[in-house]
């Protein structure tokens, strides 16, 4: 089975444009989470989503949004790009069939803002 | 708020040496707690999770064992190898939620030399 993917692994922008990621879970996964990675912050959570429904959400502010489809792929978008943006962004998949389920993560999406 | 605590690296060891790499945590309940590994360039890797007080969690020689009593999940390996060398994250999820919204640790760096 095909493992977390993320699209693009790498992305240069500058001050002010803006950025989409995608990402494709685990075939079956609905629950899609994203987290940022900074050597600064370190990991932090995003948002989650299931069944396109955005369920949690963490202390980042509008700029961050994103959204799920039907078929559980989901994207990430920040508006306004800042150079503190500069971050490896990780997805997550998993099923959510119990309060346990375990996440499973994506190579990530390296982005430098210039 | 909830928390995780790990200890400072990098932690350098030499090959077949044994591997202890704290992790305690702050909850308001009884969560599951993860130990994830990210090697360079790469996504998180599940290493080991347990669900509930005194359950062992491993894989691949890693081991650690869920202490409600002391709230910690130490990782543990009798004898390490050069590939080991990586990032080690603890996490936990938030008690009552999902596993969704994992809460990292700052990572533990290993170098293991022969």
């Known amino acids: 089975k095909a493992g977390v993917t993320q699209t693009p692994r790498y992305l240069i922008k500058t001050r002010g444009q803006q950025v989409t990621l995608s990402c494709s879970p685990i075939?079956?996964?609905?629950?899609v989470s994203w987290y940022q990675q900074t050597p600064g912050q370190g990991l932090q959570f995003l948002f989650e989503?299931?069944?396109?429904?955005?369920?949690n959400k963490g202390n980042f502010p509008g700029r961050f949004s994103g959204r799920q489809f039907s078929n559980s792929r989901s994207e990430m978008n920040v508006s306004t790009l800042e150079l503190g943006d500069s971050a490896l962004y990780l997805c997550a998949s998993s099923l959510y069939q119990a309060k346990e389920e375990t996440q499973y993560f994506g190579p990530g999406t390296r982005l430098l803002v210039l | 708020g909830d928390s995780v605590t790990q200890m400072e690296g990098p932690v350098t060891l030499s090959e077949e040496a044994f591997l202890t790499i704290n992790c305690t945590y702050t909850a308001t309940g009884y969560p599951s707690l993860f130990w994830y590994v990210q090697y360079p360039g790469e996504g998180l890797q599940l290493l080991l999770k347990?669900?509930?007080?005194?359950d062992k969690g491993s894989n691949k020689g890693f081991e650690a064992t869920y202490r409600k009593e002391t709230t910690s999940f130490h990782l543990e390996k009798g004898s390490v190898q050069v590939s080991d060398s990586a990032v080690y994250f603890c996490?936990?999820?938030?008690?009552?939620?999902?596993?969704?919204?994992?809460?990292f640790g700052t990572g533990t760096r290993l170098q293991v030399t022969l």
């Open positions: 075939s079956g996964h609905r629950s």
């Open positions: 989503y299931f069944s396109e429904t955005q369920r």
């Open positions: 347990a669900t509930k007080a005194d």
């Open positions: 996490a936990l999820n938030l008690p009552g939620g999902t596993a969704s919204k994992l809460t």
